[in-house]
């Protein structure tokens, strides 16, 4: 479960340049040179650029973006696998930027747990051996370790599979394997860099699926890197979309979908099911007493798809937006098929 007095993630004013001589050029980069000029005159590459972000405990925050835009060097720094050029990460009130080496050690163990994209199994350990290896790391004892790994693989679907090896298994079975591992840790903080990019689309979704059932209970507070848009969508109660090191937009699904930042921003949403992902609630009209009695009514958070399907029986009608059996709106069928092609709320 979440750790109760666990605040988050706070990154701030986060700067990322490569380089043999990186300090140097900071108050460049903090001055407006671009990522073209930096490399151009001084063989430097800007990896990131004033990333603010607060990520609240117990949500899922998208971080995503084309090849490059620097979505796996930021989610790199929350457990400091790379280290800034300037700026701060606040983990659970803590910076991590200024630990030391043991407190660092300390942290990663007990802090943060990390889902790979190539899964990262040891080949020669079975499935239990790898669940439980950051409990053996952390000291506890065997039979507890066993307990605590054994749960897990129950609880992502690979009982029965606990004495078998990852060549032994699938691809969607061995990411089963790398989350189960990192659950085993009880961390409050997941990292999951594209972590289901090597998947075949019908695995993907069946991983989302268990990535979501679990987090209603666990409300772990993760950090999902993609390149996909209908994943990040999907998964994000909030989405950071990079580019050139840079946020460009933050929100959460529905803000991306209806206002999105720039063209950039505009080129991922533009072939997005809109009807699946934008709720009544974004698009309704406030109801001021108008008449129930048609009795066609859905609850706040319903999508567009639900309040087309009814409205398709009944065109002439308006569909009630209900909050806990209190009406707070109405939407039209000319309203939500306007919403679902892109051509504005109302």
């Not at 590459?45 to 620097?70: A, E, F």
């Not at 989405?239 to 937009?249: C, E, F, K, N």
């Amino acid at each position: 479960m979440a750790d109760p007095e666990f605040d988050g993630i706070h990154i701030r004013n986060l700067y990322k340049i490569f380089g043999a001589h990186a300090g140097q050029y900071i108050g460049a980069v903090q001055g407006g040179m671009t990522k073209a000029e930096l490399n151009t005159r001084h063989g430097h590459i800007l990896g990131l650029r004033d990333i603010n972000l607060t990520i609240p405990s117990g949500t899922i925050q998208v971080i995503m973006g084309l090849s490059g835009s620097g979505k796996s060097t930021l989610i790199r720094h929350i457990n400091r696998l790379i280290d800034p050029t300037a700026g701060e990460v606040l983990v659970g009130g803590a910076d991590v930027c200024k630990m030391d080496a043991k407190a660092l050690r300390a942290f990663r163990r007990h802090k943060t747990a990390m889902v790979f994209q190539k899964f990262a199994l040891f080949p020669h350990r079975n499935v239990l051996e790898n669940t439980l290896y950051g409990l053996e790391v952390q000291n506890v004892s065997r039979a507890k370790s066993v307990e605590i790994a054994m749960r897990w693989i129950e609880r992502v679907g690979l009982k029965g599979f606990e004495k078998k090896y990852p060549n032994q298994l699938s691809g969607g079975m061995q990411q089963r394997v790398g989350l189960a591992r990192a659950l085993s840790n009880d961390a409050p903080v997941l990292l999951m860099d594209e972590a289901y990019s090597a998947l075949d689309p019908l695995i993907r979704v069946d991983m989302q699926t268990v990535l979501l059932d679990l987090q209603k209970e666990i409300r772990k507070t993760i950090v999902f890197i993609t390149h996909d848009l209908d994943e990040a969508l999907r998964l994000g109660d909030q989405i950071a979309i990079l580019r050139d090191g840079q946020i460009i937009q933050q929100g959460s699904s529905q803000d991306i979908v209806l206002q999105p930042a720039d063209d950039y921003v505009s080129s991922f949403v533009k072939e997005v099911n809109r009807g699946r992902v934008i709720r009544i609630d974004a698009i309704m009209q406030p109801y001021v007493g108008q008449s129930l009695a048609s009795g066609f009514n859905l609850p706040c958070g319903s999508s567009l798809d639900q309040a087309m399907r009814i409205l398709a029986l009944a065109p002439d009608k308006e569909l009630v937006v209900l909050d806990q059996d209190r009406p707070i709106g109405i939407v039209t069928l000319p309203e939500v098929a306007n919403a679902m092609i892109g051509a504005g709320p109302h």
